[in-house]
């Protein structure tokens, strides 16, 4: 499955982004779906994952309440809606696809490229 991330961009603290992950190929509802971030100097780190039918959804602590991840697989497309966003939110962010319903990044296989979200404060 190939993945293409897009929706980032410049908002200032307080504001809302929404990334959008849009997968091709035929499985896309085979996959579970996530986001990962990655700021300049740290270690890509998890933010949320969904499982394949949407029915459930994990996330960071830093930002539960903040943020939501949704997926559309008659669209084949993953979101990540980010709500009241800080300047530490500030990264780029990857969409993930993989089998099992995970954290860690090594257990994804597909990758987007990533879309850069900067938060102003």
């Known amino acids: 499955v190939r993945l293409q991330a897009s929706g980032g961009g410049l908002v200032q603290a307080g504001g809302s982004l929404r990334l959008s992950c849009a997968a091709s190929g035929r499985t896309f509802s085979r996959y579970v779906m996530a986001w990962f971030r990655q700021a300049p100097g740290k270690e890509r780190e998890f933010v949320a994952v969904?499982?394949?039918?949407?029915?459930?959804?994990y996330y960071t602590d830093s930002v539960k309440g903040r943020f939501t991840i949704s997926r559309d697989n008659a669209k084949n497309t993953v979101y990540l809606q980010m709500n009241s966003l800080k300047p530490e939110d500030t990264a780029v962010y990857y969409c993930?696809?993989?089998?099992?319903?995970?954290?860690?990044?090594?257990?994804?296989?597909?990758w987007g490229q990533g879309t850069l979200v900067t938060v102003s404060s």
């Open positions: 993930a696809a993989g089998l099992g319903y995970y954290t860690g990044r090594y257990e994804y296989d597909y």
């Open positions: 969904i499982r394949e039918s949407g029915d459930m959804t």
